[in-house]
């Protein structure tokens, strides 16, 4: 089921996603956040003639790849599926880019199989890798892992590399997979072969979502993206080699998972600024789920906590900070809601709900389902859209202000009942001047440049 799928039959769509609480918590940890509260946007969106991409004025995008294209490394066509995507500076001003590959059993086209770097030969997913010249050029695009599946999203390292999640735990024997699934595996965005296909089974076996990396101890968090229950948990991976650079998460470590004392489920919680001390976290009895899935796990007479649909993970200032981006009563949740956001401190052991999202509260979203965040240059926010209708990457601002950015102009329904493609995969260049962005339907990456920096 596609987070689309899922909205739609919980009625969240159409309902105006909006923000409530304190705002800033989004914008953490950046000095652009810190001393510039952004702007209103950049004017209305101009029609693109060539039907890809509408823009403000003073703004342009290049097309860096499309699905169904040769790979410039001709190792095969660019997979389908667009999704998780970061950029990392390389030498003499290059940017590479890492962009995951969403591709289930039945994925249209399959990332190439391509040897030192494929997992399982049956799985269609895996991420493929650009190099950009400082021109914005493209210099090379090649397989940068396969044979993996269904690769949603991920997160950067402090040491430069790229963590891709399987959003997945089928095992070898199912829908034609020859290994077991549902792992995280780190990939060198500037050398793949460095990296390999190795899976990093210790951080666990379950439906990855994202990660986030406290750089100052080394800790990984993870989130599990679960639509039923039981749901799923927020982790913590201890590594073994802390900050240890390419392949020291391979050396194992402890996974764990949060216990909130007296919070067995997340979405009972309403009230921002909601605050608990003493967080538990409690060692995964199996990471590997051999015979029971994480999540159903025996935790002990204390149980665990629990939240539907966890989602976004990134790091701010001295916090993680995570996401529940839904809860529905109606499959098991303890109370609905339109999503939230957590804010975990370790110097303290304390969580806090910071962030509520609903059709009721104070900064309203023109659009329906948020999905994919990054922090852009201008002390804002950017925010891809997921849901029914036309599909936008929006701006928010520190102080609330919300304004449409870019707007997908490729209707891949018919002139009657036009469809266009979620966006995913937002992120900036290491020097703030380009905006990369992913199409997931048809796939198509692009790069948006323009008065970025202008107040």
Not at 63 to 73: A, T
Not at 112 to 139: F, S
Request: net charge negative; proline share 7%.
């Amino acid at each position: 089921m596609t987070r689309r799928q899922a909205l739609a039959r919980t009625g969240a769509l159409g309902a105006g996603i909006a923000f409530t609480g304190a705002l800033s918590e989004l914008f953490a940890g950046t000095a652009a956040a810190q001393s510039n509260l952004g702007h209103t946007g950049y004017g209305p969106l101009i029609p693109d003639p060539n039907g890809l991409l509408d823009l403000p004025k003073g703004f342009r995008y290049q097309v860096l790849s499309r699905e169904g294209d040769q790979l410039r490394s001709g190792e095969g066509r660019v997979p389908s599926n667009h999704d998780g995507m970061s950029a990392f500076a390389g030498r003499h001003g290059r940017v590479h880019l890492v962009r995951n590959h969403e591709n289930r059993h039945t994925g249209r086209i399959p990332v190439p199989t391509v040897e030192g770097l494929t997992y399982d030969p049956a799985g269609k997913g895996g991420c493929t890798a650009l190099t950009l010249d400082a021109r914005g050029t493209v210099l090379a695009e090649r397989v940068a892992i396969a044979g993996t599946a269904v690769n949603c999203a991920g997160g950067p390292t402090p040491w430069g590399t790229w963590l891709t999640c399987e959003e997945t735990e089928d095992r070898a024997g199912t829908n034609g997979y020859t290994k077991d699934h549902g792992f995280i595996f780190e990939v060198d965005p500037a050398d793949p072969h460095r990296s390999g296909a190795i899976p990093l089974t210790a951080m666990g076996r379950f439906q990855h979502e994202a990660i986030a990396v406290d750089p100052s101890r080394g800790v990984v968090y993870e989130t599990e993206d679960a639509f039923e229950r039981p749901f799923g948990l927020f982790y913590r991976f201890l590594p073994d080699r802390p900050k240890g650079g390419l392949g020291s998460l391979r050396a194992g470590g402890r996974l764990q998972a949060m216990r909130v004392p007296g919070v067995p489920d997340l979405s009972s919680i309403q009230e921002t600024g909601a605050c608990f001390e003493k967080i538990e976290w409690v060692d995964v009895p199996d990471p590997l789920a051999t015979t029971t899935g994480i999540r159903h796990q025996d935790f002990g007479p204390k149980g665990i906590t629990h939240a539907q649909k966890l989602e976004g993970c990134y790091w701010g200032g001295r916090c993680v900070y995570f996401v529940s981006s839904f809860a529905r009563s109606a499959d098991g949740s303890a109370a609905d809601h339109y999503g939230q956001i957590w804010r975990y401190d370790p110097d303290h052991r304390t969580l806090t709900l910071v962030i509520v999202f609903g059709p009721d509260t104070d900064i309203q979203l023109p659009g329906e389902s948020p999905d994919n965040i990054c922090l852009a240059p201008s002390g804002g926010l950017m925010v891809c859209e997921d849901g029914n209708g036309t599909q936008h990457v929006y701006g928010v601002t520190r102080r609330g202000d919300v304004y449409a950015m870019a707007r997908n102009a490729q209707n891949i329904g018919t002139p009657t009942e036009p469809e266009w493609g979620e966006f995913a995969g937002v992120t900036f260049s290491p020097d703030g001047r380009t905006m990369y962005v992913n199409c997931y339907t048809p796939g198509t990456t692009f790069a948006v440049t323009g008065p970025w920096r202008r107040t």
